[in-house]
């Protein structure tokens, strides 16, 4: 099994994240960001898993799933049900507010373009009462989760809003030495600077594109 | 708003999706169900627990709920792939602008260049998915779109509505697909 990772790129903060968490047997390798390492997609895309049988996970989420049912902790509902959400809620959001905080530094306009998925996450957490997204232990959608929100949320250059549920289970996953060992690979401890390059390879569309706002 | 005309239909077919899905797994009790927000995710109050949220992790549950867990993919491996696509189709089919059908239909001609499903060697749930996905992409596009998309992919007529192999068209062939009336208007 081989994972393939570039720098500055969140969806790699996912994937290495999940590896070291679950502490599965994978070998790693570091490719620029036009790297393509999955010959029927047009355009690069990272990370990519290569399974012991040949095949290519090449979607974030598929991978930390992957790599928490290899470890014995097979998905839930719930946990699936995040993992939708973030791919589909949380993802748009989260692209129009990088790319307005670090290629266009308006940083300023983050909360407001933010604060609808946040919202949803902060009353899910506060209803919810356990440490973690699907109960008391930590799960692939607490991982994707994390490392989704980890550039806005670690860098005390932008706001997001107050949201206290959300702070304290962030922190939770935060202070746990693998996330603090592979935010500290992929994103260098350059804050959103370090995704630069990553957000100008982005294609235009999603940056342009308006996102509603959904609380869904 | 850059959605395409088509990508706000589709979610306006999630419910419909959901009930043929129903069907396709011989649950005899249809569900109810419901929307959230302004992308109308299809939500489903379920009795067990909290309500589930979006069409994936719907899906999902229906199947396990049919005890048809083959239908999530065979291993570790395969319920991996599964999801891929699952999460490939709620991302990049339903997201899909009309600039962009072209990229999304050549991907998929690629990956399915030598394989007859998704994942694996039988029916998947990523197939029922894809194949309605797919299908209301190719019918969003008009005649014209249509004819320099089977150009560009080197495709046949057979093409026509279903980028999909036979057999999953055969495999879905008890799954009706959705009205697409209002689609053609649109197209």
Redesign the interface.
Known sequence: MKLFLSEGNPHCLKALAALVVTQAKCEVEYVNLEGKVVPFLSRPALPALMLPSGQVLFTSNAICRYMFEISGQESSAICDQWLEWEATNLQPALVQALHAAVLQGRGSEVPKIIQGPLNYLDQNLSKGKTTYLTGESVSAADIALWAALFPLLSDSTVTTGEHKAVTLWFNHVNGMSACQLSAQKVLQGKGLQGMKSYMQKQPQSSHSREVPPSTS | ???SGSSLSVRNMAIRELSSLEKYLGLKKPNKYTT????K?PVLQNNDG?P??????VG??LV?EAKRPELLGDG??G???V??WL??R??KV??C?K??TR?IL??LN??L?DKVYFVGNQITLADFFMYFGTHSLIVGLSVQEREQLYQSCGQQQQFEHQPLSQEIRDGLQSVPLPPLLMLRATA
Do not use: I
């Open positions: 708003m850059r959605l959230q927000g302004d992308k995710v909290p589930l949220v979006g069409l994936v992790t999902c549950h396990r570790a491996e319920r991996a792939l999801q891929q999460e490939y709620v991302t339903d997201e602008s600039e962009d990229t050549k991907e690629a990956y260049e």
